[in-house]
């Protein structure tokens, strides 16, 4: 089992509020994600991270932002939840791109009413 | 466009019976090619990964195949249980940019009853 580790696991919240989804990793990885997935679609990426204080957009657009101040910790921050943005939010790490597997958490279901 | 394609979309099967799930890509250059489980409401757990001049690999009572020239993959599951009940993603990753981006599959639904 990898020890990726996403609270809150289901998060229902009303509109406007600001919403912080944790995400932490205890193995060392320097590589971290956050994934988009809605039910019978597939994983799309929205956030990535090389390393402490790196960011950097990913393919599918996305009013959310994250922060990278340490290693092991990658949270995803909506300042202003909508409707559109209920959906399950994953996280992910790796040792490095593309060979290593990416690990991933259980995710965050996030409905927003 | 590179794209991943799985089929089918859903597969019922029987406890104790074998089945195939496909994958076919359009993703160029080809770096490697995962399958991962994904059981319902936890995240996804690689099982296998192949690269180019791999043409099987085996975990278990899963094996993959890959044909790199037909750009097709397949994950066969060998006397099913029902434990196996979950989807299965297919992803390939590109060698054409530093970041090594993943092209993931929508994913074959597999629900194996007693």
């Known amino acids: 089992e990898a020890d990726i580790y996403q609270t809150p696991r289901y998060l229902v919240i009303g509109t406007g509020k600001k919403i912080t989804l944790e995400c932490s990793q205890t193995?060392?990885?320097?590589?971290m994600y956050w994934y988009q997935q809605d039910p019978g679609m597939e994983l799309h990426l929205i956030h990535y991270s090389y390393g402490v204080n790196s960011t950097e957009k990913g393919d599918l657009s996305s009013e959310s932002t994250v922060s990278r101040i340490r290693t092991e910790h990658f949270p995803l921050t909506l300042e202003s939840a909508r409707p559109s943005h209920t959906s399950q939010y994953l996280c992910?790490?790796?040792?490095?791109?593309?060979?290593?597997?990416?690990?991933f958490g259980d995710g965050t279901r996030l409905s927003i009413l | 466009k590179n794209q991943v394609e799985q089929s089918p979309q859903s597969l019922i099967i029987l406890e104790g019976k074998n089945c195939t799930l496909q994958?076919?890509?359009?993703?160029?250059?080809?770096?490697?090619l995962r399958w991962y489980k994904q059981d319902t409401g936890r995240g996804p757990v690689s099982l296998t990964i192949?690269?180019?001049?791999?043409n099987t690999k085996s975990n278990g009572r899963y094996t993959a195949t890959l044909d790199a020239d037909t750009k097709q993959s397949s994950l066969h599951i060998t006397a099913s249980q029902l434990s196996d009940s979950a989807s299965y993603i297919c992803v390939v990753t590109d060698r054409g940019s530093t970041l090594g981006r993943l092209y993931f599959g929508r994913g074959t639904q597999l629900t194996v009853w007693p």
């Open positions: 992910a790490s790796s040792a490095t791109w593309g060979s290593q597997p990416q690990h």
């Open positions: 994958c076919n890509y359009t993703v160029s250059p080809f770096s490697n």
């Open positions: 192949m690269t180019f001049s791999e």
């Open positions: 193995m060392g990885h320097d590589k």
